[in-house]
């Protein structure tokens, strides 16, 4: 189901940081502005959970995902704050348009999210929580 709230959980210090950036940030275009406005619906309608809960199949900053979109399959994507981002290393910023859709949301949830100013789909193939114990490099992703 595209875009279903009742699955939708939270940590709130991710939340609280991510209302902030969106309150701060410009919207420069029709795409940010649509990708805003979703990731703004999911920050609002989320449920909130403690530290110490699991979220081992949700993407949240710092996630690792595998999703698939038109564009094709896009593997080992990391969740990342704004000025951590840098594609080249797969480091994808959590306010771009694909990383606005994807947070909060469980592994095998379709999404609507925009680029270019189109509304496209994307399924969440794969999500892994990194581990300090358990290496990168370890880890299947598919």
């Known amino acids: 189901m595209l875009n279903a ?4 959980k939270l940590r ?4 609280d940081y991510l209302m902030e950036k969106l309150s701060s940030e410009p919207h420069l275009d029709e795409t940010t502005t649509m990708s805003y406005a979703i990731l703004r619906e999911t920050l609002q309608h989320g449920i909130l959970v403690g530290d110490d809960d699991s979220l081992d199949k949700i993407v949240e900053i710092n996630s690792i995902v ?10 080992g994507l990391r969740i990342v704050l704004p000025e ?3 594609l080249q290393f797969n480091r994808m910023s959590v306010l771009s348009s694909l990383g ?11 999404v609507r999210w925009y680029f270019e100013g189109k509304e496209e789909t994307a399924e969440i193939i794969r999500v892994i ?3 300090e114990d358990t290496p990168l490099a370890s880890r299947r992703w598919y």
């Open 5 to 8: 709230r009742s699955e939708i």
């Open 12 to 15: 709130k210090e991710q939340r």
């Open 66 to 75: 595998a999703v698939k979109t038109s564009f094709g399959f896009k593997f």
């Open 84 to 86: 951590e981002a840098d």
């Open 100 to 110: 606005c859709a994807l947070y909060g949301r469980k592994e095998g949830d379709k």
């Open 129 to 131: 929580q990194p581990r």
